[in-house]
């Protein structure tokens, strides 16, 4: 901070300063606004507030307009976005609280501590809204694996997931992981939680009520995480990135641990007023926040706060990023019994002021004034700019592909080998076998499924949760992109007999003030609202994360959508893997000539390039109904979606999915189009059901009703996949059946589980 | 037949074990305190998994010091039952309750998975309901679970039939690949010489239930009552 204010300093020669608004991330103009609001030049205290308030984390100064055209209401939805999570209904008179969150860069810097403090912050904020958490899911991007530094982050990212969720005794049950270059100076790591409450029980980041406690509970205040906002995460990545590292928190799950079940006992009270996390921006956003929500102001003495180290100033105690804290807003007169909740759990308590009326959010340091500025202007009235938008050039050359010029590889068994080996296709079990994913027991499906399934104990009902979003179809069409990622998450959701309810996303992208960017976030949102409302999922809150680029190059546009499904009966809950030998495996949908965007044109030919495939919401609205009917009528013994690599690879995990002695089919695909693309295609909107014979002609039926494409592939067998291939002309003659592959089972699950630990090794 | 199941800071599968006790067994149950020194009313403690006081020091090396584990001892001094799963069996280690310690698992990685275990001692009270030999199906969860003692100490064991659970294949064979931890004689499992106090890295109590993959754990819970009642207990009371 340079406390003389702008211009230069005389040093014998003049010397360049920064100017003040840039020490703290801000524009002249942002600057001069503030001086408009406050009617006089900020302190430095109150300048270091706003910089971090309104920072792009903290305001989504860049994204709110776009954001405004998701679709926020439903008939599930009890608290859409504006609070930390949003709160979906789910009968019984149980809500669920779920949100996901990025953690990107200081991932980046300090992988271990970035990653579990992410996890930190996500409980926290479904712990604000009331509700106990009870899992967690990763979404996370790494350049690729032959690189030390990749594998270096990747496995220390996965350690802190491990390490910190693991002890605070939450089940890690879902996730994704994609390898591709655009992410080797800019991992993404978003992480989603979700917690259960009663549904009257939902508690608001609100601090109403004049005369009211303002509480600080939890760990004590450090000097950790100063910055880490409005200058980690609100700039791009350059050479000076490393020196970043002091902003990254350190977490501390046991103190997490303790936080959260004296949270829970304390909202079983009739004493809490209001709650909100300690996260980005530490006592400046929750004070501004749960003030600006309600709007009133409030009145604190940074000496009142508990601290871990002697001599901190009210800047370095307002800024603090400390991990596990929480503000509590308590009604005058319940602190002393509120101070005994936390004393029970071992954990600091303290108030630190009252809420008042004025509208100010006063700042104090032992009774002595050191800032007053209004707290809706921090969190509720920073800029909202609508910056210039431009489509990209590359797209003309990179849409560009004409198939015909492709050779089709000769041996089709090779290439799904070469495509279970890609990391982005093996097996992720080296992840999630170091993530307790069972703990409370409620997890029922696992991870590596659709998506994972868990029960609601006492009710019958099971929650579907996953998390989708294919970052290379967003680069090559992020309208389409971000279309399939909702649709692709609902139909993950559909597979294990849920219905899809509502989602939460993060938005990972490069620096907005590019309009390159800006068009893509924009045309992201388009495809995403589109979908959302043609499925009938509406968007219940999210985050979003910008500046993803490293020395000026951004990653792919990569939005992460999570899904939660509600699954009326759990005992009806469908997985996977096959079941029976002779069962009849069907593909719902249509396979379309599409190889545009795939992992097999990159793994194989070496190109991402083309268009993605196509997304009919229409058609995949129909598939999804098929799906879910015929799984109420008991006729589905296993569903898979078919997404990245195609049909084959599909076929192959259900086959490593299986129940002893159904490992394997044997399929004949009848179609017009190349063989590369009926198996490594990625045509959107299609499932891989097995029905026991009697059903199939129930389920053709229902599907011919419903004007849903349903072709039978073949039979369910042991120990071998095997494809073979009948072509159609024009005239409609077919051809004999030509063998494709025939694979032995075990020999591909080999190579598939081995796909990260050979890699990692 | 009364539970109670020890609640320290750090506790996570304290619910867990609950649950079991209270929805599948069918008994009464109640979370103890770690604050709390009177055990007399239960007729079998638990210890749970989970990361007590962090367990940033050694494994369980704090717990140990909490009234309520202390009461423990006392407690299992009347040949009450004790069982101590994951983080318990860690904490009855600390306490000299049972012999030997717990490493770093080989892999350096925590490990979550279904594993089998031959059960080698079914006269214990927590067993009685297994066939000698038999191999079940049971998840572990653990970092640290990779347990060792000395030559003496474990010729003691085994000499005394204290191995009460070892990893092994689904044939029940001792194979390198069925040892997800490097414990040494494949030991997952070991209660005191009188037989009252059982440890075990595997977690029984996720395993009680169709819903969740295997039902083999139910048997240690089925165990415990029926050795209860054989004592002069009353179920349901």
Redesign the interface.
Known sequence: MNPSGRGGKKMGVWQVVNPRWEEVGLTEEEYKRIMEILGREPNDLELGMYGLMWSEHCSYKHSKLHLRLFPTEGECVLQGPGENAGVVDIGDGMAVAFRLESHNHPSAIEPYQGAATGIGGIVRDILTMGARPIALLDSLRFGKLDDERTRYLFGGVVSGI??YG????LPTVGGEVYFDDCYRGNPLVNVMCIGLMEKGRIVKGRASGVGNAVMVVGAKTGRDGIHGASLLASREFDEKSEEMRPAVQVG????E??LVESCLELVETDWVVGVNDLGAAGLTSACSETAGRAGSGMEVDVALVPRREEGMTPYEVMLSESQERMLVIIKKGKEKEVEKTFSK??LDSAVIGRVTGDGMLTILENGRQVASVPAASLSHQAPVYNRERRRPAYLDQITRLSVEDLPVPREAGEVLRRLLASPNLGSREWI??????????N??VYPGADAAVL?V?GTGKGLAVTTDGNSRYCYLDPRTGGAIAVAEAARNVVCTGAKPLAITNCLNFGNPERPEVLWQFREVIEGMSTAARALGTPVTGGNVSFYNETFGTAIYPTPVVGMLGLLKD??RRVTPGFKEVGDVIILLGETREELGGTEYLKVVHGIVGGRPPEMDLNLEVRVQKVCLEAMERGWVKSAHDVSDGGLAVALAECCFWAEPGAAGCEVTLETGIRPDAVLFGESQSRVILTVKEDDLSSLLAMARSMEVAAGVLGRVVDGRLSVGLVTTGGTGKKSTRRVLMDEPTQELYKIWRNALPEKMK | MRFGVIVLPGSNCDVDCYHVVKEVLKEPVDYVWHQEDNLDRYDCIMIPGGFSYGDYLRVGAIAKFSPAVRAVEEFAARGKPVLGICNGFQILLEMGLLPGAMLHNESLEFRCEFVHLRVENNQTPFTKKYRKGQVIRVPIAHGEGNYYADEDTLARLEEGRQVVFRYSDPEGRLSPDSNPNGSVHHIAGICNEAGNILGMMPHPERCAEEILGSTDGRLVFESLRSWWEENGGVAGG
């Open positions: 491990s390490g693991n002890c605070l005794g501390d799950p046991f103190m641990k303790l759990w071992g999630w076998r170091q993530y307790d994913y069972m703990v409370r027991t997890t029922v029960r104990k759990i005992s």
